[in-house]
């Protein structure tokens, strides 16, 4: 079994930065950010710097036929690309798709799927510029890349954050993979996507991105895919500080008129909210067009992540968020 997703794409970024041939007089693109966040960062033209990032959907590990509709499949499939770029600050332009599609899988469900696919792209207003179409021996694999555009030097990074930043996110937390868990418990009791939109038909949070880099906001930011616990830990490790969150400040979301749980909320993942650290001195709204930014704690000196509970009493925040490969991990 490969090394847990961490360690590995750390392995991956340094055999890269090693292998990387220098620059050449005259070179048109030039490498900014590589491996290590939410997207590759090139700087192609004057005054501009392109975004580009990847995102692989597989059968089985993110989603399941018996649960989720087709058209769900596809909106998953391109939001986890868009929100990659909102986590930049940037704008998306274009997306390509490739698929591997078993033999006896109904064309109603591939038109189904991009119907999905194509609803967010036109919202979101971007082309879905091309890709590639393979038959697959066993089950749906989608890679998505999208690609998106930021001024130079302008786009967030996770590397940002420093003693004293403010930490918020946007929106509440916890929902998807709450329902997630009903559905393992309940495998066979069909669940209306429509009623779930969380879960089946999250949001990238585009809009608010552009709202934050606009003002400059956002010392550092990412998305939150992976859960809270396991994301902010991505942040912090990038930035090389600490933080301590507040247990009691955490939005919690609901699901069917109950409260979704707090463990489901700090390591809980495809949530796609941003998650994003603020200096001193700034202003942040309590809502921006019906999404709440929750100030939950604050980043520190040091490597240490703190869980504040309620009575004052402070333990370790361990990431127990979604990491592929990692050993007793989801």
């Not at 991105?209 to 902010?232: E, K, T, V, Y």
Request: negative net charge; contains cysteine; glycine residues 10%.
């Amino acid at each position: 079994m490969p090394i847990p997703e961490n360690h590995l794409v750390e392995r991956i970024a340094r055999l890269s930065r090693a292998a990387a041939p220098a620059a050449r007089r005259g070179q048109i693109a030039r490498i900014v950010e590589s491996i290590g966040d939410d997207c590759a960062v090139v700087a192609a033209s004057p005054g501009e710097e392109t975004l580009i990032t990847t995102d692989l959907c597989l059968e089985g590990t993110h989603f399941r036929r018996e649960w989720h509709p087709a058209d769900s499949v596809g909106h998953r499939c391109l939001t986890r690309g868009l929100s990659d770029i909102a986590a930049m600050g940037g704008v998306p332009v274009a997306a390509f798709l490739s698929l591997a599609l078993p033999a006896k899988l109904p064309q109603r469900w591939v038109d189904q799927l991009f119907a999905g696919l194509l609803h967010v792209a036109r919202a979101a207003r971007i082309t879905l510029a091309g890709g590639d179409i393979a038959q697959s021996p066993t089950g749906i694999m989608a890679d998505i890349t999208v690609i998106g555009t930021v001024e130079v030097g302008r786009a967030i990074r996770r590397t940002g954050a420093q003693a004293g930043d403010a930490i918020y996110v946007s929106g509440e937390l916890g929902a998807p993979v709450a329902l997630l868990e009903q559905m393992y418990a309940l495998p066979t009791r069909k669940f209306r996507a429509a009623s779930y939109p969380a879960h089946f038909y999250p949001k990238a949070q585009l809009e608010l991105a552009r709202f934050l880099a606009a003002r400059q906001l956002p010392s550092a930011m990412m998305d939150i895919s992976d859960g809270l616990s396991m994301d902010l830990r991505r942040l912090c490790q990038a930035s090389h500080v600490g933080a301590t969150i507040q247990e009691n400040a955490v939005p919690v979301a609901s699901l069917n008129r109950h409260e979704v749980e707090l463990r489901h909320a700090l390591h809980g993942g495809d949530e796609y909210q941003l998650l994003f650290t603020v200096p001193p001195g700034r202003r942040v709204p309590a809502v921006h067009k019906g999404t709440p930014l929750t100030l939950i704690g604050y980043i520190t000196d040091g490597a240490e992540i703190s869980l504040e509970h309620e009575n004052g009493y402070t333990t370790e925040l361990e990431p127990e968020g979604w990491e592929h490969f990692a050993k007793g991990g989801r």
